[in-house]
């Protein structure tokens, strides 16, 4: 799972929440205020942020790790999926940085995977009522039968950025590519590991800010073709 060498907590129960961020000190801080408020971890991977991301998170309590130059949102994920097996996490819960996502979801979700007993949980935008604009929505079915056909799993919201990991999950999955692919990478891990899944309702707030970042038209045909490319070389 990776390099870093720190002392294992002993707390069974120990849940992360790891948040990939790039330039999002403008409202990080409140943001991590709020997964505080639920006695939890939160890990910080700030990837080359040229802004005060990194500092601001700190200073408000997260756990901070930083890539020297933004690496993209796969490799980030990656590096804090690590840092928290390392710390000896046993959830951890991938939470977008864009406020796209709503906290009190988390112990919903994480008494589900507990009660299902699941290697790993999706959360979807489309199990409940949601306001998705249009071409979220197409991007989305786009990537959903990719991964079908890459993967042989149909998800309802394959792309989405809230996901929950048992330990279990962390010790086979392990994320190579750097880009928005790597969801769909995630999904081929759980086929490839005979892993257990299910999805999870989750709800979800679209800000201008928040569409201007994450899986858009122009980075879905790039996401594509990378993940042809990919698939020609396994």
């Known amino acids: 799972m990776g390099n870093f060498t720190l002392q294992v907590q002993d707390d069974n129960e120990l849940v992360a929440i790891v948040m990939p961020a790039f330039n999002e000190g403008k409202h990080i801080a409140q943001l991590i205020q709020k997964l505080l408020?639920?006695?939890?971890?939160?890990?910080v991977v700030d990837d080359g942020s040229v802004d005060a991301t990194a500092e601001i998170s700190r200073q408000v309590g997260a756990d901070v790790i930083s890539h020297l130059v933004n690496c993209g949102p796969g490799a980030a994920?990656?590096?804090?999926?690590?840092?928290?097996?390392?710390?000896?996490?046993?959830?951890?819960?991938?939470?977008?940085?864009?406020?796209?996502?709503?906290?009190?979801d988390i112990?919903?979700?994480?008494?589900?995977?507990?009660?299902?007993?699941?290697?790993?949980v999706f959360g979807s935008r489309f199990l409940q009522k949601n306001t998705v604009p249009l071409l979220r929505r197409l991007a989305n079915f786009t990537g959903n039968i990719i991964t079908f056909l890459l993967s042989g799993i149909y998800l309802s919201d394959s792309q989405s950025g809230f996901k929950v990991f048992s330990r279990k999950a962390l010790e086979y999955i392990q994320i190579?590519?750097?880009?928005?692919?790597?969801?769909?990478?995630?999904?081929?891990?759980?086929a490839d590991r005979n892993l257990s899944y299910a999805e999870f309702p989750i709800r979800v707030y679209y800000s201008a800010e928040s569409?201007?970042?994450?899986?858009?038209?122009?980075t879905g045909i790039v996401t594509v073709f990378k993940l042809i490319v990919r698939s020609l070389m396994r």
């Not at 190579?176 to 759980?190: L, S």
């Open 37 to 43: 408020a639920k006695d939890r971890k939160v890990v």
């Open 77 to 104: 994920t990656q590096t804090g999926l690590t840092y928290a097996y390392t710390i000896g996490a046993n959830y951890v819960i991938t939470f977008d940085a864009d406020g796209q996502h709503d906290p009190d």
């Open 107 to 120: 112990e919903k979700i994480i008494a589900f995977i507990k009660k299902e007993q699941k290697d790993i």
């Open 176 to 190: 190579t590519a750097n880009g928005f692919e790597f969801c769909t990478e995630i999904v081929r891990e759980v």
């Open 211 to 218: 569409l201007s970042k994450g899986q858009n038209l122009s």
